[in-house]
Structures are given as structure tokens and as C-alpha cells.
């Protein structure tokens, strides 16, 4: 199996499909990763990638990873490859009985002429292809050409909106996503030791915010129901991580100042964490995980991960996001009022969802995400007509 990522950077998507990477080199298929690019700027961070997680943690667990390492020179037309990065990219190919394209992305690289012929499964992980750019003319184009041979879609959402945009629909195969229920869980102990690092004290109800500095996640309405919930209740505390969530970030700081306004000093209790390799710790140090994402989005991770940990969330309606937290959560309309109290309703009633949490772990179960995704691969690197797989339980 070769899987081909555009590059690497901190977001959902690799950190999921790194995970089902990993998961299934583990077991009885070998995986080898390839990356266009080998250093991204993105979210006001500029990052090779020996220095991102997943690359970290797929090579030091024997996944081989390499990089054609392509410039980000604007004026290079991006679908435009040289002989040698053609060449490499060949070679790859060539050792792989099946491809995984991470998102659409690595299509304009995958669509080139000259490569050897391999099925292509596209692992799709947003709801608005009509956002991506060329991406869905170069999904579309390796259909037509019989190199794309199956699509997984995190989220009925996805399903639905490629669906739409002219994907075929037997092509279209559901994977929910799923997590280590082993390493996201409720942990009092992590959930005390980041507090006291934090300055939080033990009682205070904590929100976190999981999400990289980009549009689609709405990051001024967050603030500015931040600045709502923090000046209802004086004990609150609110914890941002992500790439670009960091003072370092001029964008972010002048969110922050605009959505605060004549109460600069709430952002005392505001704490930017950036990009972390513990995300289990932070998440069991919150009561509420929130979402006010306008668009895009799937079945975002954090929303699984934070329940897990035991915090309520709290989302917008957004790709598949009410249908995750039905009978768990709250949903609320894009509005800093609305969603502040719901922050205040969810911090008070977590014990309730405690064991709704405990009984929906199975749910989103990593393992059985990762099964399905080597059936669906088996199915395709054997020929075998593509049936739909089992409709997961919900």
C-alpha cells in the first residue's frame, strides 16, 4: 500500500488517516507513504515535515516515508511535475498493489501520465468539494480515466456532497470515524496536573477549542462567545490549541483584541496552547469541547476525541456534527450568545453525560474503523465488486 499525502501539517484529516496508516501496516498489510510536498506553511506556521507528529509517529513505528520535497514556488503551476519528481513518484507506485489518496489533493500528482496503473482509493474527509479548488476536477478526471476505484467518506455529509458534485454513488463507501479508546478517555489525574500547570483551579469549568487558525473554523465567533461565557462567569476558563492558536499568530492576537473589545482583561482565563502531542490530557482538562465551524467540515475528530475524555460538546450544524452529538450535546445556531450558554448548560450537566459517553465508546471505536478501511482495501486490490460495506452502528 502506498498512501500519498499532499504534505504534512497539523489537521484532522492526517492526523486520521496517519492513524489508519499506522493501524493497518500493524496488521497484515505494509504501508509506505509518500509526500508531494516536504515542508508546508500553513495557519502562520511554517513546518518541515520531520517535525510533524504523524510523520513522527508513522516513522517511528517502520512506516517509510519519503518526499519529493516540491518547492512552494507560487508561479509553478500546480499541476505541473518535473521528470524526476515524476520518476519518484513512479518508483512508489510501483513497489504499491493499492494507493490511498489522502483527500483529493494528491489527484493532480496520481492523474499524471507515465505512472504505473494502480487502483486509487480516495479517502475524503470534508463536506464541500465546491471549496476545493481544482481538487474535484482532478477527482472527477481520475474516475473518468478508471484510475479512482472507491472513495471512503468520514461522513454521510461527505457522501452526500460529493454525491452531488457528480461522484458516482456505488463509488462512495462510509467509514465513520473512529478513536484509540484506549488513549482518549476520562483521566483525573492528566485532568489535574494540566490545570495546576494552567493556573485553572480544580472546580473552574474549562472550554476547549480544537482547531487550526483557518476561516472555515469560524474562529471570531468562538471569541466572541468566549468573551460572552467569560464575562458570565468569573470562574471560566478557556483553552485554544491548534496550528496557529499561539500569541505568535498576529491574525489570532487581533481576533482576540476585536472580539474582546473594552474587556481586554478577559483574556486572562484565555489560554493559547498551539499544536499538542496530548490532546488526551487537554481534552479530560475540559468540561465542554466546542465547535463553531461554518463549513467544511466532516466528522470533526475533535468533537469524538473530547467526548471521550468526558466533555460535553457543543457544535454548530455543520456536516455531520448534530448527528455525532445527538442525545450527548447541544447544537446551537452561530450566535456568541446561544452558544455561550450552551457552554454554561453543558459544564453543569457533565456528570449527567457521563455515561451516555461510556456507552457510545464502541461507537467510535478506532479498531473498527480500521477494519473497515482493510476490507474495503482488500475488496479493491482483489477485484471484488464493491457492495456497499455494513451500515455503521449509530
Known sequence: MLSVYEGFFSGGARILHSDVVLGLHQGLQRHAVLSIQGEMHREATRQPMEEDACYRMLTG???????????????????????DELAATARAAAGADVILSLKEQPLTLLNQAGLPYRPVVVCLHRSDPENQGPALDALL????????RACVCCAESTRAAYAAAGVPAELLHVIPNGVDLLRFRPDPVRRSLLRAELGI?????????????????????????AREYLRRDPDAHVLMCGAGMTAGNADLRADIAAALGDEPWLAERMSLLGVRPDMETVYASADVVSLTSESGEAAPLCLIEGMMCGA???????????????????????????????????????????????????????????????????????????????????
Open 201 to 225: 483551579p480544580a472546580r473552574a469549568p474549562v472550554v476547549v477549542f480544537a482547531a487550526r487558525y483557518a476561516g472555515m473554523k469560524n474562529v471570531p465567533l468562538f471569541l466572541r462567545s
Open 61 to 83: 513505528s517502520g512506516v517509510p516515508v519519503s518526499a519529493l520535497r516540491r518547492g512552494l514556488d507560487p508561479s509553478v503551476a500546480p499541476d505541473t511535475f518535473t521528470a
Open 141 to 148: 478526471a481520475g474516475i473518468a480515466a478508471g484510475r479512482v
Open 312 to 394: 460535553v460538546p457543543v457544535t454548530t450544524d455543520v456536516g455531520d456534527s448534530a448527528a455525532l452529538v445527538a442525545g450527548q450535546g447541544f447544537v446551537t445556531a452561530p450566535d456568541p450568545v446561544e452558544i455561550a450558554g450552551a457552554w454554561a448548560e453543558a459544564a453543569a450537566r457533565a456528570p449527567e453525560f457521563a455515561g451516555l459517553f461510556e456507552l457510545s465508546r464502541e461507537r467510535f471505536s478506532r479498531t473498527r474503523m480500521i477494519a473497515a478501511y482493510g476490507t474495503l482495501i482488500e475488496r479493491v486490490h482483489h477485484g471484488v465488486p464493491l457492495a456497499p460495506l455494513p451500515e455503521p452502528l449509530l
